[in-house]
């Protein structure tokens, strides 16, 4: 079956760490997005990718960074700078380099709390 | 800049109509959809709607679109239990490649 995969479901981080979440997808989809969730404030873009080999900051990309070599992954990492990292990660993927009409799949996401 | 704001909270009685609204700000919008949210899990579409269009109906679910005034809302008819979710409305910006989501309303519904 094809999807969106995120892993791990819990990361428990210590302070100062660096940790990263991984996506993968088997849906040939162009385009990749990570989201941020907190309670009450919806989604906010991290970063997304159009293409292999290149991405672009979202609007809360400060303290993250990505990587795209594989069309089928997209791997986000939390790093030490990031002040506040506990939230709800959410990977997506879209069929074309560009959104339009088609559906963004999601992840199940992960749940990132720092201890 | 873009944004797209929705109320965050909707209480209705089991068997009633739901009306979730949205309001966005980019007139270069193309395509507004309507994602659903579950506890602890991602993002499903429940259905999208073409800035050309101004109603799009899909069993339960009615979509209307006010392009002047930028207002989506969302009706579901006979809501159920089953419909208690957080509900979020989305944008595509084309020129900035990205799509764009509210901060979702919370639908609780009661017997």
């Known amino acids: 079956d094809g999807g969106i995969t995120q892993s791990p479901k819990y990361l428990f981080r210590k302070e100062g760490q660096n940790v990263t979440l991984s996506c993968e997808q088997n849906?040939?989809?162009?385009?990749m997005y990570w989201y941020r969730q907190d309670p009450g404030q919806g989604l906010r873009l991290i970063y997304y990718s159009q293409i292999v080999n290149d991405f672009q900051k979202g609007d809360i990309a400060e303290g993250y960074s990505v990587s795209r070599e594989k069309k089928e992954s997209f791997p986000l990492t939390v790093t030490s700078a990031q002040k506040n990292p506990t939230a709800f990660y959410l990977c997506a993927s879209i069929e074309g380099a560009r959104p339009n009409h088609g559906e963004a799949f999601f992840g199940q996401g992960t749940r990132l709390t720092v201890v | 800049g873009e944004d797209v704001e929705q109320s965050l909270f909707l209480s209705v009685r089991e068997g009633d109509s739901s009306v979730i609204n949205c309001t966005y700000t980019?007139?270069?919008?193309?395509?507004l959809y309507w994602y659903k949210q579950e506890p602890g899990a991602g993002l499903q579409l429940l259905t999208y709607?073409?800035?050309?269009?101004d109603m799009k109906q899909d069993q339960r679910l009615t979509v209307l679109l006010n392009k002047k005034d930028k207002h989506l809302s969302l009706r579901i008819a006979d809501t159920q239990t089953g419909d208690s979710a957080i509900y979020f409305c989305a944008e595509t910006n084309l020129i900035m490649n990205k799509l764009i989501f509210g901060a979702g309303t919370r639908l609780a519904v009661h017997p």
């Open positions: 980019d007139s270069s919008s193309t395509y």
């Open positions: 709607i073409f800035s050309n269009m």
């Open positions: 849906l040939n989809h162009d385009a």
